[in-house]
């Protein structure tokens, strides 16, 4: 997963003195009606210095045309991530959709004839998403879906006239299962009632008589099932083992409808892909040689080929598996570089993928797998950044406060920059992600021209190594993975080119959690936090997060309503011990986030004021738990690296003056 390429009640709390920041000042500005409080006006030459950096865009490959070589990428243009058509390698990109709000989701072409496509977008990022048609020869946009539901994507029909989703319409905290036909939405009916949050549908049986699903618990459980497309009757694949708890992942089909792959941890620490027999339910293992998780799994339509990605301590390699054997086929002219997004064009030869890396954005290609031919169908710009000598990371290992070895990448400023580096901290979300290194855009301003040295830690419950790693986070063990960036700070302190008095820790989502709690607990070992859509406490958090989440993140933070969780969580929380908060502040939230309502940043923000150290707090418009937006994007950046300045660097007052040599 990708750390920033991560729902519900709101309890609004007024800010005083918050109000919009005034049109004329500064040189850059969010989105109008956004909310900010003490972030000085950014100044323009701080924006034409930082241009470069801005100014790049990517691509990310999203479906193949059934009958022609052409795809559907996603990209920016305008404001917004909208759909695009590239009719061949290289070619021009052709914008179809057209909207303020992003377009990046669940699309995909019609499977048999082309002549339409799906997708899904919410509004203002309330993740409330909704499905609809778009009409090739018209350009008409027809809605599918009930405009105030959340809606999955869609999952196709192997004779392309209906679309499985998800729906949580009936009473906003379960995920029912819907059938349409797209080219008819009065043809939208119920297929079967669910009770949890967790559900997804993932393949259709090659004669579209059933539907095979999974039923996600958490990261560590999971269940499959077949649902009879008829009756709605919900059969259990994959029962409970006393002996073990067991996930699933990517599942599919296979072509004779005897047997499903699917990728799983059943029997091993790391997930592997399997094949079950449907009949005798007896798994064979694909990819016990890989010692590592697999994270995507794509079955070829002729059945042949599977693709498949390894997740190799943060390193994706793509593999390709004969179906029958479970041979793998060699690909030595593969470039290296993070690999996702793997989809089979029907044609069953090309494998179309998106792929970026420490050097280069994010880009649509292709794999020819008779030939071995690897083509990339964008080159997405720059900003006029000559990223050749871009530095790769070196993964780094610290011995947490219990002996367990943590890891984490670590990103050198160039050779130039002399003497003992500042450090910039940056905790991925999830809890279960994992920072993996991929290309870190606007992020290599603060190296390239700061000289900031950036450290991305995988504490204990990060995905990629392992289900036990992954769940030594859960619950009350929740405090050991804040103990373990103590020990990262010790870590930091013993490197002799590292400054430890010069410390920032910053995070997103459960990110921004952990970046608060380390301000809390080590705030003499830090400069300054900053705080992006994080919870402030637990509780107040579950209490308030998306009906429909809330089951699935109290498997992983514990159930607030146990009186000894809730003891816990409270003990823990930093909205309990903001007067531990001595350092300077940035707290960052969208204004209809339903993952981390606005509330948990309201709360944080006030109370930390209290303690008469320097708050600044951003509110984007329009935005959700992300931002899609590149005005707010941009100002979210300018402001970030005004506020490292400050409060790290301890430049001037106005930072451009020092940028100016003023």
């Excluded at 067991?246 to 089909?253: C, Q």
């Excluded at 007896?282 to 042949?304: M, V």
């Excluded at 993996?436 to 504490?459: D, H, K, R, S, T």
Aim: charged content about 25%; aromatic content about 10%.
């Amino acid at each position: 997963m990708r750390a920033s390429r991560t729902l519900g009640l709101m309890i609004l709390i007024l800010i005083t003195c918050v109000g919009p920041v005034p049109a004329d000042e500064g040189g850059a500005q969010p989105e109008p009606g956004s909310l900010t409080e003490g972030i000085p006006p950014i100044p323009k030459s701080l924006v034409r210095e930082m241009g470069r950096y801005t100014q790049g865009r990517s691509a990310e490959f999203l479906s193949w045309h059934p009958l022609r070589r052409e795809m559907l990428i996603v990209t920016y243009f305008g404001n917004t991530p909208q759909v695009h058509l590239v009719q061949f390698p290289g070619g021009a990109r052709t914008q179809l959709t057209f909207s303020e709000e992003r377009t990046a989701v669940g699309v995909s072409f019609q499977p048999t004839k082309g002549d339409y496509f799906i997708f899904s977008r919410d509004s203002g990022g309330n993740g409330n998403s909704q499905n609809y048609r778009y009409d090739l020869a018209s350009g008409q946009v027809t809605l599918l879906t009930d405009g105030k539901s959340r809606n999955g994507p869609g999952v196709w029909s192997n004779r392309g006239d209906r679309i499985a989703y998800g729906s949580t319409r009936r009473n906003d905290t379960d995920v029912d299962l819907y059938v349409v036909n797209p080219l008819d939405p009065k043809s939208d009916r119920l297929l079967v009632q669910l009770e949890g949050g967790g559900w997804r549908p993932l393949d259709w049986s090659p004669s579209d008589k059933k539907i095979l699903a999974l039923q996600e618990i958490s990261i560590g459980e999971g269940y499959l099932w077949l649902i009879d497309v008829g009756t709605g009757a919900k059969t259990l694949l994959t029962p409970s083992s006393a002996s073990e708890v067991v996930a699933y992942g990517d599942a599919h089909f296979s072509k004779d409808g005897k047997s499903i792959y699917a990728i799983t941890d059943r029997d091993s620490d790391f997930r592997r892909l399997a094949r079950i027999d449907l009949d005798s339910r007896h798994y064979t293992f694909l990819t016990t040689n890989i010692p590592w998780d697999i994270s995507e799994a794509q079955l070829s339509r002729d059945g042949k080929w599977i693709g498949i990605i390894s997740n190799e301590d943060g390193k994706t390699t793509l593999h390709l598996l004969d179906a029958v054997s479970g041979r793998e086929r060699r690909l030595p002219n593969f470039p290296p570089g993070y690999v996702i997004d793997l989809h089979w064009h029907r044609n069953s030869h090309d494998l179309g993928f998106s792929m970026d890396s420490v050097r280069t954005n994010s880009d649509a290609y292709s794999l020819d797998v008779r030939t071995g031919k690897v083509e990339r169908w964008t080159f997405s710009e720059l900003g006029g950044l000559n990223t050749d000598n871009f530095v790769e990371p070196r993964v780094i290992h610290w011995k947490s406060f219990d002996g367990l070895t943590i890891s984490g990448m670590l990103y050198r400023p160039p050779a130039h920059f002399g003497g003992k580096r500042p450090v910039m901290i940056d905790i991925h979300g999830g809890p279960e992600d994992q920072f993996q290194p991929y290309f870190l855009g606007v992020q290599n301003y603060y190296m390239n021209e700061l000289g900031i040295a950036l450290l991305f830690p995988n504490i204990r419950g990060s995905s990629g190594f392992g289900k036990k790693f992954v769940n030594l986070d859960n619950g009350i063990l929740r405090e050991n993975a804040y103990k373990d960036l103590g020990s990262l700070l010790e870590w930091i302190a013993a490197q002799p080119d590292l400054d430890a008095s010069r410390v920032m820790v910053t995070g997103a989502s459960y990110g921004g959690n952990a970046a608060l709690v380390t301000a809390m607990m080590y705030a003499d070992r830090i400069r300054c936090a900053i705080d992006i859509y994080g919870p402030s406490n637990l509780v107040t958090f579950l209490e308030h997060t998306a009906p429909y989440r809330r089951d699935l993140r109290r498997v992983e933070y514990g159930d607030e309503r146990d009186p000894q969780i809730r003891e816990f969580l409270e003990r823990v929380a930093p909205l309990n011990h903001a007067s531990s908060i001595t350092k300077p502040l940035f707290v960052i939230q969208g204004e209809n986030d339903p993952a981390v309502p606005r509330s948990e940043s309201d709360q944080i923000v006030n109370a930390v004021r209290k303690n008469g150290v320097p708050v600044w707090y951003f509110i984007a418009k329009g935005e959700g738990h992300g931002f899609g937006k590149v005005a707010n994007y941009n100002y979210r950046f300018y402001a970030t690296v005004m506020f490292a300045r400050r409060y790290l660097l301890d430049e001037a007052e106005n930072p451009a003056q020092t940028a100016n040599g003023n």
